[in-house]
């Protein structure tokens, strides 16, 4: 059994195998799952596991460079914006873009990591970049 990280094996299995600008998604509740994306389903019930407390896991265990968030967070979400302010601050780069074109961008990812989340655009995508 692993001892530290992730033990979710579908998510360990995806952050293993991600390259060099590859995406993953961590979604809302809500979010529209394209049909040829994977999706790894972990809500449980409404708001759990949290957006948040999902993210900052993956945070713990993924090599990020860059973040994409919707536009619309920014009036609607102030605690997704604070965790964008977060990761900003620790050198990743940030953008924002409509939602519309936030689920269109969602056709490239990887992986869809599905949460309970239950707030206004609550989502990301999060793209690997390397660590050496």
């Known amino acids: 059994m ?8 579908d998510i360990a299995r995806v952050l ?8 993953i998604v961590i979604a809302d509740c809500g979010l ?3 049909d040829h994306v994977e999706r790894i389903d972990l809500a449980l019930k409404l708001g759990q596991p949290s957006f948040v407390d999902t993210l900052q896991e993956i945070l713990a265990d993924m090599q990020v460079e860059r973040a994409v968030f919707a536009t619309e967070c920014l ?4 605690t ?10 620790s050198g990743v780069s940030i953008d924002f ?3 519309e074109e936030f689920k269109q961008l969602c056709h490239r990812a990887k ?6 989340e239950a707030s206004p655009y609550a989502n990301i995508i999060l793209h690997s970049g390397v660590i050496f």
């Open 32 to 34: 529209p799952i394209p």
């Open 80 to 89: 997704v914006v604070a965790q964008a302010k977060e990761m900003q601050s």
């Open 2 to 9: 692993k001892k530290h990280g992730i033990l979710n094996s």
């Open 97 to 99: 873009v409509s939602h």
């Open 16 to 23: 293993a195998q991600l390259g060099h600008t590859d995406s």
């Open 75 to 78: 009036e609607k979400n102030p």
């Open 111 to 116: 992986a869809v990591i599905r949460t309970g």
